[in-house]
């Protein structure tokens, strides 16, 4: 048993002071019934808790750390551009080369504004697609996640999935109106939808991969039709790749697709593990932004130099690295591979969806393609095997809808023993060791 008595007594005196004594509802543990866990430190693709306990790795500040914690070349590049200042408020040479190594790699994007968090993103394509098309009405997939901004947290993604919140608490109708949240990989519903709604539609927004209802891959065709059917009826398309974009690619999904969407939201790893993130796209789009247009955007922060530095060096690093998606690519592949064939031979259902590095682990036998299919997985299986697992040294996200991430840091050791940690906590939960807390 794991020694937790500093981040049991963290979390004693937490409540008292943060709301459920965190900053962001899924690192509570609640929704896996487990006593959560107070961070320490993280280094390449372990984190460390507060008794000094290691784990590896699988949330990596929820798909941000491609490198692993703590990249040395991306710490110095930090240091070096916070020693000239953490914020000075005005623009520098550095925002516009981020810009430029976006935009070489994501050929849809004429130009970037960068803003603080994926959140803000989202928000901004929203608010540049009703103004460029003049329509109110907007479409977004059940299950999806667009950050927790009012218009967009119907039926969505992430920590509303996980804890079974109503969308709608504290958000007035007036905002969620002319939102029409679909079925994802339907594509008959979308037609239908978008036929009905004729010329009232401003944007189509999706998650290209969808990460935030555990991983959804998407039917054949299903964006392709998506991309065909807005530019027919000259709806704008907006791709939120805040997870996938240099993840599964160096242009994203869209790289993979070959799909040109409108305007693209980036987010996590551009920012080398501080917080940044960008929205971008076709030229007459985004010159509707102030100063040159009327559509009104603005942060103190946004573009910050720290930022800046530590995206601009981790993009650097993953364009010169030949075969970099390749391999962490192939290290998903051979983990997965052993836990399958460990649950195969103890005789538990699973089903695992992966896209390039990024995974969920869902407990049943049925494939899970949508929102309805994820609401039949086993929570409580999920919440148990968590458990075990991190008893075993190996920390996955705890909520059974979110995703694995593998980094450049996962070595074939770290690998090996995480799939000796599966195999383990598979066995604890089949003898029925554990008693969920
Ligand atoms: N879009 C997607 C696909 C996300 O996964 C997230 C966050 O996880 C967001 C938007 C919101 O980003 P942020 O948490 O930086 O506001």
Redesign the pocket.
């Known amino acids: 048993m794991l020694i937790q008595k500093h981040s049991r007594e963290l979390y004693r005196r937490g409540i008292k002071s943060l709301v459920g004594s965190v900053n962001s509802p899924v690192r509570s543990f609640k929704a896996v019934n487990t006593p959560m866990i107070f961070s320490r430190k993280g280094l390449g693709a372990h984190i460390w808790d507060v008794d000094r306990n290691k784990y590896i790795d699988y949330i990596m500040c929820?798909g941000v750390h491609i490198l692993g914690h703590a990249y040395k070349p991306v710490v110095c590049a930090a240091i070096a551009a916070l020693k000239k200042s953490s914020s000075l408020g005005l623009s520098c040479e550095n925002e516009i080369k981020l810009a430029e190594m976006i935009k070489r790699n994501f050929k849809s994007m004429d130009k970037v504004r960068f803003v603080s968090?994926?959140?803000e993103a989202?928000m901004t394509a929203l608010r540049l697609a009703r103004a460029f098309t003049g329509r109110s009405k907007i479409i977004k997939f059940d299950g999806c996640?667009?950050?927790h901004f009012d218009s967009l947290l119907v039926k969505s993604g992430?920590g509303n999935l996980t804890f079974g919140l109503p969308s709608g608490a504290g958000v007035l109708p007036a905002y969620t109106r002319d939102t029409i949240s679909l079925p994802f990989n339907d594509i008959g519903l979308f037609q239908e939808a978008v036929k009905k709604n004729k010329h009232q539609l401003a944007c189509v927004i999706v998650?290209p991969v969808p990460?935030?209802m555990g991983v959804i891959i998407p039917q054949e065709n299903f964006i392709k039709e998506i991309s065909r059917i807005t530019k027919q009826e000259n709806i704008i398309l907006i791709f939120?790749e805040?997870?996938t974009g240099f993840r599964l690619s160096l242009s994203g999904a869209q790289g993979i697709f070959g799909v040109t969407p409108d305007l693209t939201?980036l987010?996590k790893i551009i920012g080398g593990g501080f917080p940044i993130?960008a929205v971008g796209g076709r030229k007459q789009i985004m010159d509707l932004l102030a100063p040159l247009g009327q559509v009104y955007q603005a942060g103190t922060f946004s573009g910050n130099p720290v930022s800046v530095a530590a995206g601009l060096k981790t993009l650097e690093y993953l364009e010169v690295s030949s075969g970099f998606y390749d391999g962490i690519e192939k290290k998903t592949k051979d983990l997965l591979f052993l836990m399958r064939s460990a649950a195969e031979t103890q005789g538990i259902p699973l089903t695992i969806n992966n896209a390039g590095s990024v995974f969920t682990v869902f407990f049943t036998d049925k494939s899970v393609r949508s929102f309805a299919d994820t609401r039949q997985v086993d929570q409580q299986s999920y919440a148990r095997f968590f458990s075990a697992l991190l008893q075993q040294g190996v920390l996955f996200p705890p909520s059974a809808f979110e995703a694995c991430f593998v980094s450049g840091a996962h070595s074939e050791p770290v690998i090996e023993r995480t799939a000796q940690a599966f195999k383990r906590a598979l066995g604890k939960m089949r003898q029925g060791c554990l008693t969920a807390r």
Request: charged share 10%; proline share 0%; net charge negative.
């Open positions: 929820w968090t994926g959140t989202c996640y667009h950050g992430s998650e990460c935030n939120d805040v997870i939201c987010g993130a």
